[in-house]
C-alpha cells in the first residue's frame, strides 16, 4: 500500500504550552518529508476529527499519526475505516509528567513523534481472516453443568452437541436425595432441579444429544474443528465451532481411607450416604436397622499431603445436608460432624446457621484419631475438640466427607490432535482441575475456543455449576461469533491482526510451535509450523520466539519495533545525557506508566517507552540494536508470572524472564555489564512505584557510565 | 488407644436451656470472643466460650457441676460483642436457671417455679393461708376504731406461725440442694467444711463490695442497682428480725414513731430496694436488643421483690393517711408476696444469693484464679523488677 501520512499535532490538555510544537512539526515535515502535518488545540473534539476526516477524503491521507493523548484513551475517537492509525503518547507520558518547556521534555517529545511516524510507516492494514465456518457448540458431559450449558446455548439459538459418557443424563446432580438451597434466604433444602432440567434439554430441538458416549479426538482449530464421537460402537464426526467442557469431578478413591475406618461395615463416603439416603429410610448397612446417629467426618482424605491437598469446597455443605436427612427421619437422631474448618462459603453461610440451630446436629473441630466400626456401629474418638479435650462417640454410622478429583485428573478427554498434547495443559497449580487463572479468566483454557464450566473447572456446587455453565456457554458463543468475523478472543478480543509466517527462511526450530502458550501452532512431518489462525490470541509470544524473524504481523512486527528504537536519537557520551529504552507490557506496565502521568508524577525524561503485546513477545534483536546504537540501558516491564500470575497470555513474561539468559549472551558478546539489561514484574496499581523504579535504574546506569557504542 | 470421655449429647436438656432463656445458645461458633472480652472469666479455662459447646452439646454433667456458671455476673459484656447474637450471658443464665431445678428438694417446687401456668397456684397458696388466718382472728383482738393496727389486724403470733415454719422449710430446702450442688461441683464428695468456711470468709469481702460488678463495661449502672438492692434487702431483713425480737420479746406496740432508728433503717432500706429494681429494671429493657431482655426467673423474681418494696411502702403511707380499708390490703398483699420471696426462695433466682456464694467460695477452694487487675500486674512486675536489681 502506497501510504500517504498525515501528522496531526493535537496542543490541548497543557502539550501546547509545555513543547515547542513547530519544533515537533518540523521533525514530521523536514527529518521525514511528511506531506501533510497540522496542529489543532481540540484534537479529540468535533472539529478536530473533521480536519483528519477531511484530509483522509480531500487529500487522499491514508495514514494517520496522533501525536496527543495515550492511546488506552480516544482509540473509539480516533478511528478512521480503512486508515491507519498509530498515535505517540506525548500527553500521559511527556508533558503530564516532566516539567514544561524543558530541554529534556522537548526531545523526548521529539522522539515520539519520530518513533511513531517511523511505525506508521512499516505499519500495514490488517485484514481479517475469515473462513467459513461452523457456529455449533460441543459441550463434553451431561450433568448439571453441561446440561445448563447446552441449554443456555440453545435458547440462545445455537445448535448444540451434547455428549455423555452415561447411558443417562445427570450426572451427580441425578443421584442427590435434596439438593442445597439456590435461592434467598438460603435455609432450607430444596428438590434436586436436575430431572426438569432433563427434559428440557431432551425436548430442545436445538440439542442433539449423544449418551453412552465419548470423544474419540478433536482435530483443527475454533470454527473448524471436526470432532470424532464415539457412540455405541460407532464413529459419527460433527462440525464444531467452539466448545464447554463440563465433565465434572469423581470421587477420591476412599479405600486409601482405611485409617478412618473405610471398608468397614457402617463406615461410607459421602457419595454413598446420598445414594442410601435417596433410597428411602436411612438404614445401617449392616443390618438394616434404622440409623439413630452418624458421625461425619470432614475432610476425609483433603486438606492431606498424603491425599488431596486441596479443600473440595462443598463437603461442609454436603454434610450438613445429610445431616438434615437424618434429623428430619427422627427428630431424636443425633449427627456428629467433626471438621478441621467449617466452609461455607458466601451466603451459605445462611444454611450453616440455620442447621446449627437444630438441636440435633452437634458440630466440633477436631482431630480424628480413630474409627472403630462393626456390625453393631462404630466409635469414633476425636481429640483437640471444642470441648476441651479427647472425647469418644458411639453411633450407627460414619459418613466420611471425601473431595472431589476434577475428571480430567488421569483423562485427557478431549483428545486433541494438538501439537502440544491431548489435554489442557497442565499449570501445576490447580491439581488438575482445568482452571486457567481463577482471579481475571474464569472459563478460560489455554486452548481456544474450549471453555471449562463446573466442577470439572474448580469444587463447586451444583447452584454454582449452572452459574459456571451459564459463564461458559456465553464465552463459547462469544468465541463462534467473534471468529466469524476474523477476530480474536479474550484479551485482544476484537483484534484482525494475525500472524504471517516467511516459511522460506524457517529452519524448523520448533520454538514457536513449542512456545505458543494456547497450543495455535501445529507441525507437520518435517517440522514445519502449522499455524491455525483461529487459535490464535495474537500474543505474539512466537513473534518474540522466533530466532529468524520470519513471523509478524501486519501491524506488529520485529521490524517494525527495532525501527522505533533506531529512530531514538541518541546524544553523544560528552551531552551526558543518557537514554534508557523501556519496553512495557502493554495490559499491565503501560497503563501504569500511563497512570503516574494522570497522576503528575515526574520521572526522568531519558526514557522512552515503547508498548508491547505482551513482553512475551520482545524479539533479543530488539536488545542487540539497541546496545549497539548507544542507548544505555533497557528496562523490561512485564506481568507478574510464577504460580500466581498475571500475565494475559499466562506464560508470556515467564518466556520473557527465560529468554534474559540469551540477552546475556548478546551482553557479553558486546562486552556490556549485565546489570544494563533489567526485568521487572509490574502490576497496573504498581503505577506509584513508576517513578522510583526508573530514576532508581537510570541512577544504577549512570553508576556505570555511558554505553561506549554512543556515535558507532 | 487411649480412650476419651464419652460424649452422650442430650438433646431434651438442649431444649430445655432453650426454653429456660438460652434460646439463642445454638447460635455460637465457637469463637471465643465471649471469653475474651469477659471481664470477670479466669485466665485459665475461661467462660463461657466451653459453656456455650457444652450447652450445645447437652452435657448436663459438665455444665452444671461447673462453678464457672456462678462465677458470671451476668454483666452481658458477652452478649453485646457476640457476632452471632447467641448471648452467652443469657445462656449461662439458663444454665443456672436450670441449676435451680436441677437441685430442688422437693422437685415439685423446682419445676413449679420454672413453669409460667403454675403462678397463678404458687400465689394462691400465700393468699388463702392469710385470708384464712384474717377471718381466724377477725374481731377477736380489739383493734381500736379509727386507729390503724397492723398487729390488730393480723396478730403478730399468727405471722410468726406462718413464716417460722416457712423459714425453716426454706433454710432445710437451701441445705440439701447446696449440699448436692457442692458435691456434684467437687466430683461426688463434700469438700472439707472447715476449708470452705475459710473461702466463705475470703469471697464474702468481694461480695459485698461488689467488686465483680464494678468490672462489667457493657451495663454499668447494675453496679449500684445491685447494690441497692443487696443492701436494702439486708436492711429490711435486719428491720425483720429487730421487729421480731422488739415484739414478740418486748411485747412492745406498733405502730412505731417514723423517727424510731428501726423505722428509719426500714424506710432508708426500702427506698434503696425500690432504687435498686428500678435501676435493674430499666437497664434490662434498654439493652435488650444486645444483652436479650432476661428470663421468666429474672423478672419474677425482680417483679416480686418490687412488690414487696411497693406493697410495703404504701401499706404506711396508707396507715399514715388514714385509709383503713387500702392499708390493710397492701398489708395483705405485701404479706403474700414476702411469703413468695422466703418460702420459695431455694427453687427462684432468689437461690442465686445461696448458689453463687457457694460457688465462688468453692473457687476460692479449689485456687481458681480470677482475672488478675492490671494495676496488680504493673506492681508484681515493678515488684519483680525491683527485687532484680
Not at chain 1, 493535537?10 to 514530521?28: M, N, P, Q, R, V
Not at chain 1, 451444583?462 to 479474550?490: F, N, P, W, Y
Not at chain 2, 430445655?16 to 445458645?25: A, H, V, Y
Not at chain 2, 452478649?79 to 447474637?85: D, E, F, I, K
Amino acid at each position: 500500500m502506497e501510504k500517504k501520512i498525515g501528522v496531526y499535532i493535537c496542543t490541548g490538555c497543557g502539550i501546547g504550552e509545555s513543547l515547542d510544537i513547530d519544533k515537533l512539526s518540523e521533525i514530521a515535515t523536514g527529518e521525514y518529508n511528511v506531506p501533510l502535518c497540522k496542529t489543532h488545540p481540540f484534537l479529540c473534539g468535533k472539529e478536530g476529527i473533521q480536519v483528519i476526516k477531511d484530509d483522509i477524503e480531500k487529500e487522499g491521507v491514508n495514514a494517520v499519526v496522533i501525536m496527543g493523548c495515550s492511546p488506552r484513551v480516544n482509540y473509539d475517537v480516533f478511528k478512521f475505516p480503512n486508515v491507519v492509525v498509530e498515535r505517540g503518547n506525548i500527553r500521559e507520558q511527556v508533558v503530564w509528567s516532566h516539567p514544561a518547556n524543558d530541554e529534556d521534555t522537548q526531545m523526548m517529545a521529539e522522539d515520539y513523534t519520530r518513533m511513531t511516524i517511523v511505525k506508521t510507516e512499516k505499519c500495514e492494514l490488517p485484514e481479517p481472516h475469515k473462513e467459513d465456518i461452523s457456529k455449533d457448540i460441543l459441550v463434553i458431559g451431561g450433568g448439571i453443568s453441561g446440561i445448563t450449558a447446552a441449554l443456555e446455548a440453545a435458547n440462545a439459538g445455537y445448535k448444540v452437541v451434547l455428549v455423555e459418557k452415561e447411558k443417562e443424563l445427570g450426572g451427580f446432580a441425578a443421584k442427590c436425595f435434596k439438593q442445597l438451597p439456590t435461592k434467598d434466604p438460603y435455609q432450607e433444602l430444596e428438590e434436586p432441579i436436575i430431572a426438569t432440567k432433563i427434559n428440557e434439554v431432551k425436548a430442545n430441538d436445538n440439542v442433539k444429544i449423544y449418551t453412552g458416549a465419548t470423544v474419540e479426538k478433536i482435530e483443527g482449530a475454533p470454527g473448524l474443528f471436526d470432532v470424532t464421537i464415539k457412540s455405541n460402537g460407532s464413529s459419527s464426526t460433527e462440525k464444531i465451532g467452539a466448545i464447554v467442557l463440563a465433565t465434572g469431578w469423581k470421587p477420591y478413591d476412599a479405600s486409601k481411607l482405611e485409617k478412618l475406618g473405610y471398608g468397614s461395615p457402617n463406615v461410607i463416603t459421602n457419595v454413598e450416604m446420598e445414594e442410601l439416603a435417596a433410597k428411602g429410610k436411612i438404614v445401617r448397612p449392616s443390618d438394616g436397622k434404622e440409623v439413630k446417629s452418624i458421625a461425619f467426618i470432614q475432610c476425609a482424605g483433603q486438606r492431606d499431603e498424603e491425599h488431596l491437598p486441596y479443600c473440595s469446597g462443598v463437603c461442609c455443605l454436603v454434610s450438613l445436608k445429610q445431616a438434615k436427612y437424618l434429623r428430619a427421619q427422627d427428630p431424636d437422631a443425633k449427627a456428629f460432624i467433626f471438621y478441621k474448618d467449617m466452609r461455607t462459603l458466601g451466603l451459605y453461610e445462611n444454611f450453616y446457621k440455620t442447621c446449627q440451630d437444630d438441636e440435633g446436629i452437634f458440630l466440633t473441630k477436631g482431630e480424628v484419631v480413630s474409627v472403630n466400626a462393626d456390625e453393631g456401629g462404630a466409635t469414633v474418638v476425636v481429640e483437640d475438640t471444642l470441648i476441651g479435650e479427647k472425647i469418644e462417640v458411639n453411633v450407627d454410622l460414619v459418613v466420611l466427607a471425601t473431595g472431589m478429583v476434577p475428571s480430567t485428573k488421569d483423562e485427557a478427554i478431549l483428545n486433541l490432535e494438538y501439537r502440544q498434547g491431548p489435554g489442557l495443559p497442565e499449570l501445576e497449580l490447580f491439581y488438575g482441575y482445568a482452571d486457567s487463572n481463577f482471579i481475571c479468566f474464569p472459563y478460560e483454557t489455554r486452548r481456544t475456543g474450549i471453555y471449562a464450566a463446573g466442577a470439572v473447572r474448580q469444587p463447586l456446587n451444583i447452584a454454582a455449576c449452572m452459574e459456571d455453565a451459564t459463564g461458559a456457554a456465553l464465552k463459547a458463543i462469544q468465541c463462534v461469533e467473534m471468529t466469524s468475523r476474523g477476530e480474536a478472543v479474550h484479551p485482544r478480543a476484537g483484534d484482525i491482526s494475525f500472524a504471517d509466517f516467511f516459511m522460506q527462511r524457517c529452519t524448523q526450530c520448533k520454538r514457536c510451535t513449542e512456545e505458543c502458550p494456547f497450543g495455535a501452532i501445529n507441525e507437520d512431518e518435517q517440522a514445519n509450523p502449522l499455524y491455525n489462525p483461529t487459535r490464535c490470541r495474537r500474543c505474539a509470544v512466537c513473534m518474540g520466539a522466533c530466532p529468524e524473524r520470519i513471523i509478524s504481523f501486519k501491524n506488529y512486527s520485529v521490524d517494525m519495533i527495532g525501527s522505533m528504537i533506531k529512530a531514538i536519537e541518541v546524544p553523544d557520551e560528552y551531552e551526558e545525557k543518557p537514554r534508557i529504552l523501556v519496553l512495557a507490557c502493554e495490559n499491565d506496565a503501560y497503563p501504569a506508566i500511563d497512570m503516574a502521568g494522570i497522576n503528575r508524577m515526574e520521572y526522568s525524561a531519558y526514557v522512552r517507552v515503547i508498548p508491547l503485546r505482551c513482553l512475551g513477545s520482545t524479539n533479543i534483536i530488539w536488545i542487540a540494536d539497541a546496545l549497539s546504537k548507544g542507548i544505555d540501558g533497557i528496562l523490561l516491564l512485564g506481568c507478574k508470572y510464577g504460580d500466581d500470575y498475571q500475565c494475559h497470555f499466562i506464560k508470556g513474561s515467564e518466556l520473557a524472564n527465560y529468554r534474559m539468559e540469551k540477552v546475556q549472551e548478546t551482553l557479553d558478546r558486546l562486552v556490556l555489564e549485565s546489570e544494563r539489561v533489567r526485568l521487572l514484574e509490574i502490576a497496573i496499581t504498581d503505577y506509584d512505584k513508576i517513578p522510583g523504579i526508573i530514576n532508581e535504574f537510570l541512577e544504577k546506569i549512570e553508576e556505570l557510565g555511558p554505553n561506549p557504542y554512543k556515535g558507532f | 488407644m487411649a480412650k476419651g470421655y464419652v460424649v452422650e449429647p442430650d438433646v431434651g436438656f438442649v431444649r430445655e436451656l432453650q426454653e429456660l432463656g438460652g434460646d439463642t445458645l445454638k447460635k455460637c461458633y465457637q469463637c471465643a470472643t465471649c471469653s475474651v472480652v469477659c471481664p470477670i472469666s479466669p485466665e485459665n479455662k475461661p467462660f463461657p466460650r466451653k459453656e456455650m459447646i457444652w450447652a450445645q452439646w447437652g452435657l448436663k454433667d459438665k455444665l452444671i457441676c461447673n462453678p464457672d456458671i456462678w462465677l458470671c455476673h451476668n454483666c452481658n459484656d458477652c452478649s453485646a460483642y457476640c457476632p452471632r447474637g447467641a448471648k452467652p450471658g443469657e445462656v449461662l443464665a439458663a444454665a443456672r436457671n436450670y441449676s435451680f431445678q436441677y437441685y430442688a428438694w422437693p422437685k415439685f417446687l423446682g419445676k413449679a417455679l420454672a413453669n409460667k401456668k403454675s403462678l397463678p397456684w404458687l400465689f394462691a397458696v400465700p393468699a388463702a393461708i392469710f385470708l384464712f388466718l384474717i377471718f381466724l382472728g377477725y374481731g377477736k383482738t380489739g383493734a381500736e376504731p379509727g386507729k390503724i393496727v397492723f398487729s390488730k389486724f393480723l396478730p403478730v403470733l399468727y405471722i410468726d406461725a406462718v413464716f417460722i415454719p416457712t423459714a425453716l422449710f426454706a433454710i432445710i430446702a437451701f441445705a440439701l440442694g447446696l449440699k448436692r450442688f457442692l458435691t456434684d461441683m467437687n466430683g461426688g464428695t463434700m469438700p472439707p467444711v472447715g476449708a470452705m468456711v475459710k473461702s466463705l470468709k475470703n469471697v464474702l469481702p468481694v461480695i459485698l463490695r461488689h467488686d465483680k460488678f464494678k468490672e462489667c463495661t457493657e451495663n454499668k449502672n447494675r453496679y449500684w442497682g445491685h447494690l441497692g438492692i443487696l443492701y436494702g434487702f439486708l436492711g429490711l431483713l435486719i428491720v425483720t428480725g429487730l421487729v421480731f425480737v422488739m415484739m414478740d420479746v418486748f411485747h412492745m406496740e406498733d405502730p412505731f414513731s417514723l423517727i424510731n432508728p428501726v423505722k428509719i433503717l426500714a424506710n432508708l432500706s426500702a427506698l434503696a430496694l425500690i432504687g435498686g429494681l428500678v435501676v435493674v429494671l430499666y437497664n434490662r429493657w434498654k439493652t435488650r436488643e444486645t444483652s436479650g431482655l432476661g428470663t421468666y426467673y429474672d423478672w419474677l423474681f425482680l417483679l416480686v421483690l418490687l412488690g414487696v418494696a411497693l406493697t410495703g411502702i404504701f401499706a404506711e403511707l396508707m396507715r399514715l393517711a388514714g385509709i383503713g380499708a387500702l392499708a390493710y390490703l397492701c398489708y395483705y398483699l405485701h404479706l403474700i408476696c414476702v411469703f413468695f420471696l422466703f418460702a420459695y426462695a431455694p427453687f427462684s433466682k432468689f437461690a442465686h444469693l445461696a448458689y453463687r456464694t457457694t460457688a465462688m467460695a468453692y473457687a476460692d477452694y479449689i485456687g481458681r484464679e480470677l482475672p488478675v487487675e492490671e494495676s496488680e500486674v504493673e506492681e508484681k512486675s515493678s515488684e519483680e523488677e525491683s527485687s532484680k536489681e
